[in-house]
């Protein structure tokens, strides 16, 4: 339980930055945030899978393709 508790805070860490970049009427900090989100988000998602022996190392360029991810929903979000 640990594990997952520690990955939802990384994954919602930055969230708060995006909502501030939306208050300041600021589109393009909110646009770079959005960038930089999403390019953390593989790393992160990638790393907890790697983790769990889920996938190989040389699926990291999967990662990139946007839908990629449901395929392993509930290893990332469910299980510890």
């Not at 990384?10 to 970049?21: A, K, N, V, W």
């Amino acid at each position: 339980m640990k594990n997952l508790l520690v990955y939802y805070f990384q994954i919602l860490l930055p969230i708060p930055l995006l909502f501030l970049s939306v208050k300041s009427n600021n589109s393009t900090l909110f646009i770079t945030l959005l960038v930089f989100y999403y390019i953390y988000r593989i790393f992160t998602d990638y790393y907890r899978l790697l983790k769990k022996d889920v996938v190989k190392k040389e699926a990291f360029l999967f990662f990139f393709i946007p839908i990629w991810r449901i395929k392993f929903f509930k290893e990332l979000y469910f299980e510890k």
